[in-house]
């Protein structure tokens, strides 16, 4: 028997434009995030791809999968639903990397100031 799929449409915060996809609802939530980064990611926004750190989606006021094994989940698991003629909007929302995680470990130890201070108070 054939996956189904679901209809899904993409809102991308503050962005005027939206994208339609088709997904098969067998699929972990974690491959749907993987797609719309890699594939379906508008070039005009303002969090380009290669500085999101993981995708957030969000439809009929509850997230979609999460944070570590929340997005093994699979698509039909979740309350994924809309009339059969429409598809389902879900809004993206990225989480863009912490700017010292970019940097390399060593630059990162070499002498620049801690966001914490290490004071001891008596």
């Known amino acids: 028997m054939a996956d ?3 209809s899904i449409r993409l809102i991308f915060a503050n962005e005027s434009d939206t ?3 088709s997904f098969a609802l067998g699929s972990p939530i974690r491959d749907l995030k993987k797609d719309i980064l890699a594939n379906h990611w508008p070039e005009t926004i303002a ?3 290669e500085e999101v750190e993981r995708i957030r989606l969000f439809t009929a006021g509850q997230e979609l ?3 570590g094994n929340d997005d093994g989940k699979l698509l ?3 309350k994924l639903s809309a009339p059969s003629s429409n598809a389902v909007p879900v809004h993206v929302c990225p989480v863009r990397r912490r700017a ?3 940097k390399p470990a060593a630059d990162r ?3 620049e100031k801690h966001d914490r201070c290490f004071c ?3």
């Open 4 to 6: 189904q799929s679901v």
């Open 19 to 21: 994208r339609e996809i």
């Open 47 to 49: 969090v380009p791809a």
């Open 65 to 67: 999968g999460g944070k």
């Open 76 to 78: 039909k698991d979740t």
């Open 100 to 102: 010292d995680a970019q």
């Open 109 to 111: 130890e070499a002498g």
């Open 120 to 122: 001891v108070l008596q």
